[in-house]
């Protein structure tokens, strides 16, 4: 059994997600194929440290759905059939991240899709409800079955983690400690979110091969 693991990662949570779930994979029997989504125009590359007027045109451009050229690493991971997909989503605001939506809109993922089951991560520090509904319509739009979907979160409630997410993202160093005398949760998925993901992997593969012998 084959599965491939998609994402997208500027500033490498989804990346170690991924990573977590391809061991998970592996250790349950399947074949795990790991793919980068990434930008193709370098001048639409992201990285820390972002300004405001970077910030606001992609954090926007997810609510607008926009679009950009996107490529993929390894370029053949997408030219192979699988048996399950488990696919990591960013949220921008409350919506998939550009890069994300890049690819659910495309050719390459309506031939991808077809037929598959899909279980979807949804990578973000809040407001993962919209991002899940907006991934698990495109994906059944394409032919695709979602199997099940799930927040990863940051650690901290809206607040400290909104501060410290911005403050990241502008700086270089690992953000601040504390934020008008009051201490702030670190940047990053939590420590219970990365535990749980090969949890959720292995009951996402499971349900994949029931799904895949019931359409035999």
């Known amino acids: 059994m084959r599965c491939l693991i998609l994402y997208y990662s500027m500033t490498g949570q989804a990346e170690k997600a991924a990573m977590r779930a391809a061991q998970a994979a592996t250790d349950a029997g399947w074949d795990a194929t ?8 370098p001048a639409d590359a992201l990285a820390r440290p972002m300004n405001i007027a970077a910030s606001k ?12 050229p996107i490529a993929f690493d390894p370029p053949d ?11 990591f989503s960013n949220t921008w605001g409350d919506h998939p991240s ?16 077809a037929g598959t089951p899909v279980g979807v991560y949804i990578v973000c ?12 319509d495109r994906v059944e739009q394409a032919g695709g079955h979602v199997l099940a979907g799930e927040p990863f979160m ?15 993202l502008y700086r270089t160093d690992i ?25 959720f992997t292995g009951e996402l593969l499971a349900a994949a091969m029931i799904d895949q012998k019931g359409h035999i």
Request: include cysteine.
């Open 125 to 136: 520090r809040r407001l993962w409800q919209n991002n899940l509904r907006i991934v698990r």
């Open 57 to 68: 045109k992609w954090t926007q451009g997810a609510q607008k759905g926009m679009m950009v």
């Open 98 to 113: 550009v890069p994300i939506r890049s690819f659910l809109e495309s050719d390459r993922a309506k031939a991808l899709f």
């Open 34 to 41: 790991l793919c980068r989504i990434g930008m193709s125009d």
């Open 154 to 168: 940051h650690p901290g409630g809206q607040w400290g983690s909104l501060i410290q997410t911005i403050t990241y």
């Open 77 to 87: 991971a997408l030219d192979r059939r699988y048996d399950a997909i488990l696919l």
């Open 175 to 199: 953000g601040r400690t504390h934020f008008l005398g009051f201490p702030l949760p670190r940047y990053g998925l939590s420590d219970d979110a990365m535990a749980r993901i090969p949890l």
